[in-house]
């Protein structure tokens, strides 16, 4: 083992494979507050430029797991599938799939983490409902998914602090977008709740964080590989961020969305995802069945009203007020709403999903800093979208606004996002490949 920082970091920078023992110091050293932030800083830059090889990815991940708390459900019945995704622009599947798998007698539990950047969070979305907690102690969190047979709530003081304290440097550092990274840290959060399983949504194009789709699929079956080896059958799809997920953007818009496709009304790429993501947490779960009977399952689960009761009961055991799920008036609302219409008559080619994630911020549905208040009823509603025909003047999107002064700046933006081409455009695709411990296979279904 090196002796000391200085030696680790000048390993990693040219390029040496690290001992888990000096992992294991970089870890706990940052931990404990023995090492400064400016060495582990040159540490992560170094990761960042050199990588790590499959040995010292799992020794990142097992050493960060060891650094707090795992929380425990044994005694939970049944099959424990927890759902992740890299996140996005319009994101709300969890509030679709979870309530539906619960409903299907697969129990889901998930920790979460808030919006930054251009990219929304789930735990901002769930804090737009009324009364809504989403810190819970390990034992509120299992007895709410034996009680509900789903859970969604923030990561607590005690789970994973290495990842917390290191994310926040990355975050400083330029140093997020890292394979390794990446990988060790949604791994470390999953791998400390006792799950049965772990289903991957990592998101590729404009609106995600790895923009490059061999980089989605590089992540993907990392993260496959780590659940493999620590024991939990883990599997994945690559979905289209190139485009924002739905209709609606903004927490309080997105809850509703969500609702509305509880009770049947999804957008069909949300629904898309949804079954796809669905149909893995049930492989995850060794309830095989094949796609087409599993699509049917859900859809029998949304008519037959289960899956949005599962939703009302979480929201109340969770302190949320369930009377959201029928009176959408009891939700968060923005002072203003105005309409972007079509500048021209065509087709829509092109949403660029970063471009409005952005534009989502100006109007307050988003954070730049961690520290930044959230204006829960702010977003975008669209009422076209990829591959729709439209005419000009038509309305293409409803602003609702708590910064009516950014209404200008935001309507050129919304301006350069929606691109406009004479021809006919396919609907894009949703979901691109699966990624399972036998490889990558293109999606067929």
């Known amino acids: 083992m090196a002796n000391g920082m200085y030696e680790i970091i000048s390993r990693k920078r040219d390029g040496l494979e690290l001992e888990r023992e000096e992992i294991a110091f970089v870890i706990s050293g940052y931990v404990k507050g023995d090492i400064p932030d400016y060495q582990v800083a040159a540490w992560l830059m170094a990761v960042y430029i050199r990588g790590m090889n499959g040995r010292e990815l799992a020794d990142l991940t097992a050493i960060m797991l060891d650094s707090g708390d795992r ?26 799939v979870a309530p539906l798998l619960a ?57 994973v602090p290495a990842d917390r304290k290191i994310y926040a440097l990355r975050d400083a550092t330029a140093t997020v977008s890292c394979l390794p990274l990446i990988a060790s840290s949604i791994m470390s959060k999953k791998l400390a709740l006792g799950s049965d399983g772990i289903v991957l949504d990592v998101k590729t194009g404009s609106g995600a964080f790895m923009k490059d789709e061999q980089d989605s699929i590089l992540l993907c079956q990392t993260m496959v590989a780590i659940g493999a080896k620590s024991g939990r059958p883990t599997l994945g799809i690559i979905s289209s961020m190139d485009q924002p997920l739905g209709r609606a953007v903004g927490n309080s818009l997105e809850i509703i969305e969500s609702i509305e496709a509880l009770k049947g009304r999804g957008p069909d790429d949300v629904m898309q995802v949804t079954y796809a993501l669905g149909w893995c947490m049930l492989q995850a779960a ?43 008036s009891l939700l968060p609302a923005a002072r203003q709403q105005t309409e972007f219409l079509a500048p021209s008559s065509g087709h829509i080619a092109r949403i660029d999903s970063y471009a ?32 729709d025909k439209i005419r000009k003047g038509q309305k293409l999107v409803t602003v609702h606004s708590d910064r009516p002064e950014q209404t200008p700046a935001v309507q050129e933006r919304l301006g350069k996002a929606i691109q406009i081409g004479p021809r006919p455009v396919d609907r894009p695709k949703m979901v691109l490949h699966l990624v399972d411990k036998d490889g990558v296979h293109p999606w067929p279904y």
Do not use: W
């Open 103 to 159: 409903a299907c007698g697969v129990r889901v539990p998930m920790l979460s983490g808030r919006g930054l950047g251009h990219t929304g969070g789930t735990l901002d979305k769930l804090e737009a409902i009324p009364g809504m907690n989403v810190f819970l102690t390990p034992e509120k969190f299992r007895d709410t998914l034996a009680a509900t047979g789903m859970v969604i709530c923030g990561q607590t003081e005690n789970i």
């Open 356 to 387: 409005v994630g952005m534009a989502a911020i100006d109007i307050g549905a988003g954070r730049r800093k961690k520290e930044d208040a959230v204006a829960y009823g702010s977003g975008f509603v669209f009422h076209a979208n990829v591959g």
């Open 286 to 328: 060794g309830k095989t069945a094949a796609y087409a009977r599993a699509v049917g399952m859900f859809q029998e689960a949304i008519a037959s009203g289960r899956a949005l009761g599962v939703f009302r009961s979480f929201i109340a055991a969770q302190g949320g007020d369930p009377r959201v799920c029928d009176d959408y």
């Open 71 to 96: 929380i425990s459900l044994d005694g939970v019945p049944g099959k424990k599938i927890d759902k992740h995704s890299t996140g996005g622009v319009g994101d709300k599947i969890s509030f679709v």
